[in-house]
């Protein structure tokens, strides 16, 4: 059934970071593909992560470095990352923070993200 999609469901989290998550286990109910809207303010960090969902990672403004085996990728508006499941990786906002849009497959759950430390900037 096709379902119209109006306006995104917010997802609480913390550290001044906003999820609006368009499609998803919180907004729409679906296990197998979340698509949400993210914006992060400069310093915004979170802990390193071993999800087990792929994630592609489109910047639309600002830019990420997504840390990951070892290295840091920067990702600029315009660009995208690919980090796939098992892989563990942190995402770090840029100098002028970041907007982006992040699509998980299968769709993004907190369980599912295997956080290293839920107390670190969020």
Do not use: N
Not at 11 to 21: L, S, T
Request: net charge negative.
């Amino acid at each position: 059934m096709v379902r119209f999609i109006d306006e995104p469901q917010r997802v609480p989290v913390p550290g001044g970071k906003v999820i609006d998550e368009f499609v998803g286990r919180v907004s729409t109910g679906t296990d197998r593909v979340s698509v949400a809207r993210m914006k992060a303010p400069a310093g915004w960090d979170e802990p390193a992560q071993t999800p087990e969902f792929d994630e592609v990672t489109l910047v639309l403004d600002g830019s990420l470095v997504v840390e990951h085996d070892g290295t840091s990728t920067e990702v600029a508006a315009g660009q995208a990352i690919l980090t796939p499941a098992g892989e563990t990786v942190r995402y770090v906002a840029g100098p002028s923070g970041a907007e982006y849009v992040a699509v998980c497959v299968p769709a993004f759950g907190p369980e599912m993200a295997h956080r290293e430390d839920e107390s670190a900037g969020g």
